[in-house]
Nanobody, 117 residues
Framework: QVQLVESGGGLVQPGGSLRLSCAAS????????VAWYRRAPGKQRELVAT???????NYANSVKGRFAISRDNAKNTVYLQMNSLKPEDTAVYLC???????????WGQGTQVTVSS
């Protein structure tokens, strides 16, 4: 049974940083692509970042230069380091992993990120 568990969300002031984690069981991150999505109120789900099994990364233009996706194969965990956060980054952030990523495969429940003063 595949399970993805996100953590690390919270309330942060504009300009602050957070690191999100996505811990997996039942799917091996080192041989599967992983993506972070976000879903803001009243908006469509947005692809934020992806990392391939080979370690190649891609980012949405809205987060490029501020966010970084990485993977710890020993812990079977993927991270999203988010710096210089803006109010428009407020959303539920979801982890997506497995064959067919981005968009297909397995999903976590999400972690809330709120950027507000």
């Amino acid at each position: 049974q595949v399970q993805l568990v996100e953590s690390g969300g919270g309330l942060v002031q504009p300009g602050g940083s957070l690191r999100l984690s996505c811990a997996a069981s039942g799917v091996i991150f080192s041989i599967n692509p992983v993506a972070w999505y976000r879903r803001a109120p009243g908006k469509q789900r947005e692809l934020v970042a992806t990392i391939t099994s080979g370690g190649n990364t891609n980012y949405a233009n809205s987060v490029k230069g501020r966010f970084a996706i990485s993977r710890d194969n020993a812990k079977n965990t993927v991270y999203l380091q988010m710096n210089s956060l803006k109010p428009e980054d407020t959303a539920v952030y979801l982890c997506n992993a497995g064959p067919g990523v981005p968009g297909l495969g397995y999903w976590g429940q999400g972690t809330q990120v709120t950027v507000s003063s």
